[in-house]
């Protein structure tokens, strides 16, 4: 995540944290307030109802109680208000309403009133004789017994003592006796005990509040009260409890408003802070793309500098390293260029070595080119050389591929001669028919004719010249150049054999119906070769890459070459299939066995350049993104060098799905080194050539230290290929390449 991303979620969450803080203070403040607001409310009204209500409680029945107390309830402000008797009370009249054996027309005298001691007692409130009445209760035998002995008019006062099981009241049968001259009736009166008088309640809910708003602020209104009395004895007690509706309404609207304006004040404070920090750090983009640029190779430098001191420091750092680094690649691409040279050029003649006429066969091939192959090689030259000067058997062999070189002069066709040992020179005639190659091969008799009179030498040399063979290999080509210079040398002194294009061993019509059986119906076979391990560091000789090869084998069971395959199935548009063959086979390998290290899969380059290609393979990657960064995709340096551009945009795209990308046979004459450093690589691996004998040849040691150097500053890294002797490989060990196979 990039330090912008990082400063502004930072920030932004700190600026959130502020608000929020001041929203859940300023809601958490309000929300107290309305608390203590609503709680002293309940208190005075209960206050209040308390000093109205107490004159008419002589009469605890009376309707105008309840119509004063819902009078308020309906005002909404309150949850409940509920008026409670001191005890459980009742009257001598309530008795008489509910005896279903007394007249109401009648003034019945009360006596003896008690109760079941299951249900608890009964006792006499008398305000003028309490004590009396105590008295009365500790002589009467019953254990629930309370007499009357006021006179007719007076309306006493009971109070109802429940037991355990009847706390709370309820329907409990009264026994009494009633009196009224000379009658006496003993009877049971069903009266409903309750202490709550009046209860008046409301939802606690508004409609204009959501209810997850009420569940998440919860609201502690505890239940206040008042006290009635009569005189100094309380006769009820009146509850109220506030409704938090109405505080939540307020509490939800100054929320809302709250929250409105902490968001349009976090906006405004984030487009500040981004347009702030985009200024501070805009400074940073140039130096991170300048960073990139010189990881790419591309050694640009800051112009305008930063006026943030910190920033301006680094920037002007950033300018001096890509100096400095552009100095040491400079230098060390000249050293590289002058060491290629010295490695492909004969010091001699300046010919080009065998390793470039490998290389350059590679290139028929893969252009499907025609001409001839010519060997040429001079007749004794070890005799010449014991009766000559080593001054005067370097000047023959100077001469000698002077004719050689110069042979392409005013001849169709380009003409390429090379020095593959003292006295064995080879030459690529490419476009040359057979009737050119015979002008070709008379020409250079005649040149060595003249240089035979000069040196006495009657022998020169022998010429043997084969036709192209755009399916077969550059042994292959070697052996029948070989095998004409035979058929000369028999014919007599400085004698030419050119083999005829009838010579070509197989019908390319049968090799296309071979190369498309084994393709489509997968008669081949993947076999993971080329083991490179670790070179040095702790993990020094672990398995680091594998490469994936093909095998397959003709009608007659002989293997085919690769390269041959490889040249026919691009001949026919049909190397394509033959590369998502391989994809499938290497991935699938991979999964079933486990795979922990990396697998390189060759590619062609018709297959890099197909944008169906390229779509599919990106593809199969993410489907299988567990080991996508061990699938490593293989181009030849002169594939690359054929296309450069579509080479960088496969790369990129690769890239981008994980997998990894690496130049193998690299070599400086097809990719200057500088092309390098903007390819994104991921791993080099040399050409062989560059590693065989390097412990023998300080010119090929300089080569490849250069190399790694090069390479370390653009992060790449860099393989050895079969390197046959302890020797060599203890050499690339000291020059701290990453891997290498042998």
């Known amino acids: 995540m990039s330090l912008s991303k990082q400063l502004y979620i930072i920030i932004s969450l700190i600026f959130f944290m502020i608000f929020a803080g001041n929203f859940l203070i300023s809601v958490k403040n309000t929300k107290e307030y309305l608390e203590s ?19 008419l409680l002589k009469n605890k029945k009376d309707p105008e109680i309840e119509s004063i107390l819902r009078a308020i309830g309906n005002r909404g402000f309150y949850k409940e208000i509920r008026l409670e008797d001191t005890a459980f009370t009742f009257l001598d009249s309530e008795i008489i309403e509910s005896s279903k054996n007394l007249s109401q027309d009648i003034l019945w005298k009360i006596n003896e009133v008690s109760v079941d001691i299951k249900y608890g007692s009964i006792q006499l409130e008398n305000d003028d004789d309490d004590f009396g009445n105590e008295l009365l209760e500790l002589e009467n035998d019953e254990v629930n017994l309370a007499s009357n002995n006021n006179d007719d008019e007076k309306n006493n006062v009971y109070t109802f003592v429940p037991s355990k099981e009847y706390l709370n009241g309820g329907m409990i049968p009264i026994k009494f006796s009633a009196s009224y001259e000379d009658q006496l009736i003993n009877s049971i009166a069903n009266l409903d005990l309750n202490k709550v008088l009046v209860n008046i309640s409301r939802d606690v809910k508004f409609e204009s509040v959501p209810q997850w708003f009420i569940d998440s602020l919860p609201m502690e209104m505890p239940e206040k009260k008042s006290e009635i009395s009569d005189g100094w004895k309380t006769t009820a007690t009146i509850y109220v409890s506030a409704n938090p509706g109405e505080a939540y309404a307020k509490l939800y609207e100054q929320a809302e408003g709250a929250i409105y304006y902490a968001f349009v004040a976090f906006v405004i404070s984030i487009v ?59 230098k060390l691409n000249k050293n590289l260029e002058n060491m290629t040279q010295k490695l492909s050029i004969d010091g001699l003649t300046g010919l080009s070595l065998k390793q470039t006429f490998e290389t350059d066969m590679k290139k028929m091939f893969m252009s499907n080119a025609s001409g001839y192959v010519l060997t040429v090689k001079i007749d004794d030259l070890g005799s010449f050389a014991k009766t000559n000067s080593s001054k005067e058997v370097n000047g023959f062999i100077k001469s000698f591929a002077s004719i050689l070189k110069e042979s392409n002069l005013n001849t169709e066709g380009e003409i390429e001669a090379y020095r593959f040992y003292g006295s064995e020179f080879a030459i690529i005639a490419k476009g040359l028919t057979y009737q050119k190659t015979q002008e070709l091969t008379l020409k250079i008799n005649e040149e060595f004719e003249k240089l035979s009179k000069k040196i006495n030498k009657s022998d020169i040399a022998h010429i043997g010249a084969t036709p192209f063979n755009p399916i077969g290999t550059t042994p292959e080509m070697l052996d029948s150049a070989n095998e004409a210079y035979q058929t000369a040398k028999q014919i007599g002194p400085n004698e030419v054999h050119i083999r005829d294009e009838n010579d070509l061993a197989r019908d390319m019509d049968a090799w296309k119906q071979l ?41 007659d069971d002989k293997q085919i070459p690769i390269g041959t395959f490889v040249s026919i199935a691009e001949k026919y548009n049909k190397v394509i299939d033959f590369d998502k063959a391989v994809v499938e086979k290497v991935i699938n390998h991979m999964n079933t066995n486990n795979i922990s290290h990396d697998i390189s899969i060759n590619l062609s380059l018709d297959s890099i350049k197909d944008a169906s290609f390229i779509n599919w393979v990106k593809t199969i990657i993410n489907r299988n993104q567990s080991i996508a960064s061990q699938l490593i995709f293989s181009i030849t340096a002169y594939g690359v060098a054929k296309d450069v551009e579509q080479f960088r945009q496969f790369a990129n795209e690769i890239h981008n799905v994980g997998a990894k990308i690496i130049i193998k046979r690299f070599e400086t004459k097809f990719i200057p080194l500088d092309n390098i450093k903007g390819f994104n690589l991921d791993y080099i691996r040399l050409a062989r050539d560059y590693t065989n004998d390097i412990s023998q040849d300080a010119s090929k040691e300089g080569f490849v230290e250069a190399l790694q150097e090069l390479s370390s500053l653009l992060n790449i890294k860099v393989f050895a290929e079969n390197i046959k002797s302890d020797d060599d490989y203890e050499y690339v060990k000291r020059l701290n390449l990453y891997g290498a196979s042998r």
């Open 515 to 555: 190369i498309f059986d084994i393709i489509d119906n997968g008669k081949f076979t993947v076999s993971f070769i080329g083991d490179a391990l670790r070179l040095n560091g702790e993990d020094e000789g672990k398995l680091l890459m594998q490469e994936a090869f093909t095998c397959a084998n003709d009608k």
């Open 272 to 330: 500040l802070l981004i347009i702030f920090l985009r200024l501070i750090l805009q400074p940073l983009d140039s130096i991170e793309s300048l960073a990139v640029s010189i990881a790419q190779g591309k050694f640009e430098t800051i112009k305008k500098l930063p006026w943030t001191t910190e920033i301006r420091n680094v920037a002007i750092a950033m300018n001096d390293m890509s100096t400095k680094i552009e100095g040491v690649m400079t």
């Open 37 to 55: 607001e609503s709680v002293t409310k309940a208190q005075d009204t209960a206050t209040s109802l308390g000093m109205t209500l107490k004159a």
